[in-house]
């Protein structure tokens, strides 16, 4: 299945649903959104998810990719995540960078089979967030940090 990215220039506070897929704090999407690219995720004319590239410098990074559970496992965030590298490069990037929760075990295991390599671990940067953060039984406290040159 072919999906496409459209870039989106307004009315961003719209998409919150779906950037909560990825991103349950509210008021941390908030402090990224309107300083970053936000994109739309299409497959047709169905809008199936969200990404969110902040841009410094020469690095690119991914502050959330959020698709619709019923999308999850079937390719599309490798597709979505390609389109968003030709982005980048596009914009003359070097590096693209990415944080995920020591808990997000699928998210980190995707960045790697993504060609992404573990650089740093922000500890307790989870912890910032109001309400607790529980995947596969495991609270999100640290961020593993993951680069990949594009």
């Known amino acids: 299945m072919a999906i496409r990215i459209e870039e ?71 597709q979505a995540l390609e389109k968003l590298i030709d982005y980048c490069v596009d914009q003359d990037c070097q590096v693209m960078m990415v944080g995920t929760a020591n808990s997000s075990i699928d998210n980190f295991a995707f960045y790697q089979k993504s060609g992404f390599r573990f650089v740093q671990i922000i500890p307790n940067f989870f912890r910032q967030y109001q309400n607790p953060i529980y995947e596969n039984g495991i609270r999100a406290l640290d961020m593993l940090v993951l680069e990949r040159e594009i």
């Open 8 to 78: 989106v220039h307004s009315d961003k506070q719209r998409y919150l649903p779906l950037l909560e897929l990825a991103d349950p704090d509210v008021h941390m999407i908030k402090s990224y959104l309107e300083i970053s690219t936000l994109f739309k995720i299409c497959s047709e004319d169905e809008l199936i998810g969200v990404a969110v590239i902040l841009i410094d410098d020469k690095v690119a990074e991914i502050k959330n990719i959020g698709l619709e559970e019923q999308w999850q496992g079937k390719g599309i965030g490798s």
